[in-house]
């Protein structure tokens, strides 16, 4: 081999491995990060995900009407190709019997994205091994404000709301419509749409 084809040979190689590094390095990251294609939860047109409210105590404060049986249920529609914009909307089966009177608690409200989060450390928060997907949203209820929401894509196909209800600090024996809350919801995909 002259010195020349040598030269040339090497070019050659180091010329592929920045390009090769630069994939690895892309690889390692997406792992890390968690790169997943998060299309498998969106819902088809006519299909919802559908849970009532988790029965715990602790997981209804401030969403049920004092004496109310734990009945609230909520339907949710997902697109996670606007993770970054409006990802979903949510509305709820309370109308007469709910914190907002004639109106339901939701009513098609649109899950806004909150773009801020996604340049924060809290961004990467996990929830957990069986978690594919975490973010944060705002979702506007028809008579309780602005609430906060985690969304969870879990890897059983299923999806978890958090919602946390802002309120001033309440006077004793407040009713649950002036008092802070949080609630969860497990949803399942129902073809055809929720029952209500």
């Not at 249920?73 to 996670?80: R, S, V």
């Not at 890897?155 to 008092?179: G, I, S, W, Y």
Request: aromatic fraction near 8%.
């Amino acid at each position: 081999m002259t010195a020349r084809h040598f030269r040339q040979n090497s070019k050659s190689r180091l010329g592929s491995q920045p390009r090769f590094s630069f994939l690895l390095t892309l690889l390692a990251a997406c792992s890390a990060l968690g790169c997943h294609n998060l299309d498998g939860f969106d819902t088809k047109p006519g299909d919802e995900y559908c849970a009532p409210i988790l029965r715990q105590p602790k997981f209804q404060d401030g969403f049920l009407p004092t004496g109310h049986p734990p009945d609230l249920e909520l339907a949710l529609t997902l697109n996670t190709d606007k993770l970054t914009s409006e990802p979903g909307r949510l509305r709820s089966n309370d109308a007469g019997t709910g914190l907002c009177g004639a109106q339901p608690l939701f009513q098609e409200a649109p899950l806004r994205a909150i773009p801020e989060v996604d340049h924060d450390a809290i961004s990467g928060l996990s929830f957990g091994e069986g978690h594919e997907h975490d973010f944060f949203v705002w979702v506007d209820s028809t008579c309780q404000g602005t609430m906060l929401g985690v969304v969870s894509l879990l890897k059983n196909d299923q999806v978890e709301l958090r919602l946390f209800k802002p309120a001033h600090k309440p006077v004793p024996n407040a009713p649950p419509d002036q008092t802070p809350g949080f609630a969860m919801f497990h949803f399942e995909v129902q073809k055809g749409g929720c029952d209500f």
